[in-house]
C-alpha cells in the first residue's frame, strides 16, 4: 500500500492507495487496485480546517445495540463531565472553524461532535455499527466532527468546499434535510462531470452511510486550521486500528 500528498495551485490532495492479491496456494488470480483521494477546493483558501483521512478495505459493519468496550467507558465518563471531557477551547474553535458566510453553527446546527456529548450527557448515547461507534469514540474524545462513509456510495474520490446556495441533502429516515449554504461540505462525483455534496461536519447525507453491507469505509475529521497536525495524526490511527481490530479490516491507512 501507498499513501502520498500532492499540492498545486488550485488544490491539495491527500492519496491512499491499497493494493492486494486473490489468490489460491501459490497462483495470483488477480491484482486488486484501490485509490482513494481527498482534494480540498481552492474556494476553501485560506483553509478554515486540516482534514484527516482515513480509509479501510474489507470491514466487517459488525451491528450491536450494545456500546462497544471501546466506547462505553468514554460515555461514562463525558456523562458526568460534560464539557469538561473535552480538551479546553476546543468546542469554540470547532465552532469557529464551521462559522461562515450565513451559516451559524448553534442549536439545530452546531457541530455534530457536540450532539455525541449531549446524548452522553442525556444517557442516550447511540450504539449503532462498528465503523460509526468508531467514529462517534473519536469524535467525543477529541471534540472534533468527523464524517464516515460507505466508500463503495461515495467513489473513490472526495472534495471538501464550500456549500453552494440551494443545495441540501436528506440525512436521516424521516427524510429531513439540512441546507449546505456556507458549511464545509464533504463531495463525491455526482456521475457527470460535477460534485455532489455527502457530508458535513454537522450532519451526513443518507446516500452514503454505511450499510449492513457496507466492506469499505471512509472517512473525514474535521479540525481546526490551528490544531497541532500531531494531534490529528494520533486521532487518525487510532481510527484506522479500531477498524482492523474491531471490523477486521483488511486494510487500512490514514493522512493528514
Excluded at 499540492?7 to 491499497?18: E, L
Excluded at 472553524?97 to 461532535?113: D, E, F, I, L
Excluded at 464545509?184 to 455534496?197: A, H
Amino acid at each position: 500500500m501507498s499513501l502520498s500528498y500532492q499540492t498545486g495551485p488550485d488544490f491539495n490532495v491527500i492519496k491512499s492507495a491499497a493494493v492486494g492479491t486473490m489468490g489460491a496456494g501459490s497462483i495470483i488470480l488477480a491484482e486488486i487496485r484501490m485509490e482513494y483521494e481527498l482534494t480540498i477546493s481552492s474556494d476553501l483558501a485560506p483553509t478554515p480546517l486540516i482534514a484527516g483521512f482515513v480509509w479501510a478495505t474489507g470491514i466487517d459493519p459488525v451491528f450491536s445495540d450494545e456500546l462497544p468496550g471501546f466506547l462505553a467507558p468514554h460515555v461514562q465518563k463525558a456523562s458526568w463531565m460534560g464539557e469538561d471531557f473535552w480538551p479546553r477551547g476546543i468546542k469554540a474553535r470547532v465552532r469557529d472553524m464551521v462559522r461562515h458566510g450565513r451559516y451559524h453553527p448553534s442549536g439545530r446546527s452546531k457541530p455534530a461532535s457536540e450532539f455525541l456529548l449531549k446524548a452522553a450527557v442525556d444517557g442516550a448515547f447511540p450504539a449503532i455499527c462498528g465503523p460509526v461507534n468508531i467514529n462517534n469514540a473519536i469524535s467525543l474524545q477529541s471534540g472534533l466532527p468527523i464524517s464516515v462513509f460507505d466508500a463503495d456510495l461515495t467513489g473513490p474520490e472526495l472534495l471538501l468546499r464550500w456549500g453552494y446556495p440551494g443545495e441540501s441533502y436528506v440525512f436521516n429516515r424521516a427524510g429531513q434535510s439540512i441546507d449546505l449554504q456556507d458549511l464545509i461540505v464533504v463531495c463525491r462525483r455526482d456521475g457527470r462531470g460535477g460534485w455532489e455534496p455527502c457530508g458535513n461536519p454537522v450532519k451526513d447525507s443518507m446516500a452514503t452511510k454505511v450499510n449492513e453491507r457496507t466492506t469499505n469505509v471512509l472517512a473525514v475529521i474535521y479540525a481546526p486550521n490551528d490544531y497541532e497536525p500531531e494531534e490529528l495524526e494520533k486521532w487518525c490511527a487510532m481510527f484506522a486500528d479500531l477498524l482492523k481490530s474491531e471490523c477486521h479490516a483488511e486494510s487500512t491507512g490514514f493522512r493528514v
